[in-house]
């Protein structure tokens, strides 16, 4: 079946502009993830939905960083004012819900957002 | 503070033979431990888990090693494969359920021919 798919792949911008970026969970996954990997690290966590509301959104760096994920299934992650530290992979995750134990995150194949 | 840290960025091992990952970690409340497995351009895929209540796990040629009391755990593959050539990323959640993962830095392997 079809995997977590994120668009684009590539973005290059300007700093100062306006990027958003998509990502489609796999079908029937509640859960929603938002992570970003700058070059050298692992990935770190921005934001986590469950359903249509940011259960946690403490890994958001400032507030030029807002997600949404507005009918519970596709999300977008907008970044305002861009900044040449925003260059990073932006990699979003899917998992479905249980309520308890541990749900496997399935990780799309990330977007790479370069600020120049 | 990085919570899982690898310290090692890299690691070469010859085909055939078994390659060691290590990962600590810091925060006593992380309950359950993953590995990821990343080639470039790729999004980082599940390969092994353990939850705290173990101290080993085995998938095929994969194993992974709990010590809770050193706050370490490795990742065992015997035998190594040119295919296992990859970046791998030790992960830990607290309190097991829809929480996010906390990374570390990952280590790359080459598994030479």
């Known amino acids: 079946g079809a995997g977590v798919s994120q668009t684009p792949s590539n973005k290059v911008t300007e700093k100062g502009k306006y990027v958003e970026l998509r990502c489609d969970p796999i079908?029937?996954?509640?859960?929603l993830y938002w992570y970003r990997q700058s070059l050298g690290q692992g990935p770190e966590f921005l934001i986590y939905?469950?359903?249509?509301?940011?259960?946690?959104d403490s890994g958001l760096p400032n507030d030029r960083f807002f997600a949404v994920r507005p009918e519970g299934s596709v999300s977008t992650l907008k970044i305002q004012r861009t900044e040449r530290g925003d260059s990073a992979v932006y990699l979003c995750?899917?998992?479905?819900?249980?309520?308890?134990?541990?749900?496997?995150?399935?990780f799309g194949p990330g977007t790479r957002l370069t600020v120049l | 503070d990085q919570q899982v840290k690898q310290n090692s960025p890299s690691l070469s091992v010859q085909e055939g033979r078994i390659s060691i990952l290590n990962c600590d970690y810091t925060?006593?409340?992380?309950?359950?431990f993953l590995w990821y497995k990343k080639y470039p351009a790729e999004g980082p895929t599940f390969l092994i888990s353990?939850?705290?209540?173990?101290d080993k796990n085995e998938d095929g040629r994969f194993t992974v090693f709990l010590n809770k009391s050193a706050k370490h755990l490795s990742l065992h593959i015997v035998p190594s494969q040119p295919g296992d050539s990859a970046v791998y990323f030790c992960?830990?959640?607290?309190?097991?359920?829809?929480?996010?993962?906390?990374f570390g830095k990952g280590t790359r392997l080459s598994v030479i021919a």
């Open positions: 925060n006593s409340m992380f309950d359950y």
């Open positions: 939905f469950q359903g249509t509301g940011a259960a946690d």
């Open positions: 079908s029937g996954h509640t859960a």
């Open positions: 995750a899917s998992s479905p819900f249980r309520d308890r134990g541990y749900n496997e995150q399935f």
């Open positions: 992960a830990a959640i607290d309190n097991s359920g829809n929480t996010p993962l906390v």
């Open positions: 353990i939850s705290s209540i173990k």
